[in-house]
């Protein structure tokens, strides 16, 4: 019988910051030799890098993000039954789940399969200002409920902690922090054939936002921040994808709007990252942002709204209310010249090691 299987469980392998963190935890244990598998939805983006990896995913069609509680009954059925089954062949079994649906169905199958070792990641919440009460209040109680059968929630910043704390989700014993980080990035010399394969002008400097297009990620600020500038030096560029994005190129379209490129999902971001002066979040909250460290790992500065998940990282004066594009415009002509600007470094290395250690407790 085998010792130990570690269990991610993620609700959608998409190109997001929970899933590539998600992607690097299970890409290293599986690497050191530890038993590795991942629980989420249909096939997505991601889901071939997993695969190219050699780490096993069971794919749950009726695992999806929206509330449906028909899917959501059979998707933990499913769960149930494949997490009996593995825990009859191994010694000992750990539950991790990422976002906030595979958190509540998953780590409840795994206690009613009787396994203890029951760990989330909190890379945000699902509940926020300005949110439905109802809703808002649901997701509370949910995560309140489930906290309990958790051994440890993993917050992604201190931000993320204090949010869960202040709703009375578990207790601070319960909680440890552990920052999200990536590998540092080499700046590679292509920058005039990309711009070429992109029909972008060589003389222009590069405003990058990576995010998806939808509401939490207020992206049509990005739009209005490129329409402020349209006569200066800037071209924008916004790789991501989601339900704003036909809204957002009918409103590039009608507007005229020579100096923004929107490309959908974008495998090789690296790619975009190298060519950039300066990267911006526009974002109407947050956890902690993939983008943010991806910026960083070029030593590419960021202007993003303020919100306190951002004051967490950077200093006021890199930061604009929110959808407030003529101090975007500002800010970002004062300094595209600057390097990275984080208030710390996370280390990738650490990150790691700081998961590996969770998992060796008994």
């Known amino acids: ?44 983006e991601m889901t071939d890098e997993f695969l190219a990896e050699n780490i096993p995913i069971l794919t ?9 509680p028909i899917k959501d009954i059979i998707t933990f059925i499913k769960m149930i039954k494949f997490m009996k089954i593995q825990k009859n062949k191994y010694n000992r079994v750990i539950i991790h789940t990422h976002t906030s649906k595979a958190g509540v169905l998953a780590r409840w199958a795994a206690y009613l399969c009787g396994i203890k070792d029951i760990y989330h990641t909190a890379h945000g919440w699902a509940f926020y200002k300005g949110q439905n009460i109802i809703k808002k209040n649901i997701f509370i109680i949910l995560e309140q409920l489930t906290a309990l059968i958790t051994r440890n929630i993993i917050a992604v910043s201190k931000v993320v902690q ?4 202040n709703v009375k989700i578990g207790n601070e014993n319960k909680y440890k922090v552990i920052y999200n980080a990536i590998e540092k990035k080499h700046i590679n010399n292509k920058s005039i054939e990309i711009k070429n394969e992109l029909h972008i002008p060589k003389n222009k400097e590069i405003v990058l936002q990576v995010s998806c297009l939808k509401k939490q990620k207020n992206p049509l600020t990005f739009i209005k921040i490129a329409e402020h500038l349209q006569n200066n030096d800037f071209y924008f560029i916004i790789a991501g994808d989601g339900v704003l994005l036909d809204e957002m190129k009918k409103y590039v379209n009608n507007h005229n709007l020579k100096n923004i490129l929107i490309t959908g999902w974008y495998h090789n971001i690296d790619e975009l990252y190298s060519i950039a002066s ?23 500065p960021i202007i993003a709204t303020n919100i306190e998940n951002h004051r967490e990282f950077l200093e006021d004066k890199y930061l604009c209310n ?22 710390f470094k996370c280390d990738y290395t650490n990150m790691l090691r700081e998961y590996e250690v969770l998992y060796r407790r008994k």
């Open 1 to 44: 019988m085998n010792k130990t299987l570690i269990i991610h469980s993620i609700t959608r392998l998409y190109l997001g910051g929970a899933q590539k963190i998600c992607f690097d935890i299970t890409k290293h244990l599986n690497t050191n030799g530890y038993d590795v598998l991942v629980i989420t939805g249909k096939k997505e």
């Open 60 to 68: 749950i069609n009726e695992f999806v993000r929206e509330i449906n």
């Open 162 to 165: 204090n949010d869960g704390l």
């Open 278 to 300: 300066i990267c911006t979040l526009t974002s109407l909250f947050e956890g902690m942002p993939l983008a943010f460290l991806e910026a960083d790992a070029y030593n590419i």
């Open 322 to 343: 929110i959808g407030d594009y003529n101090c975007f415009a500002e800010k970002i002509q004062k300094y595209s010249k600057m390097e990275g600007n984080l208030k």
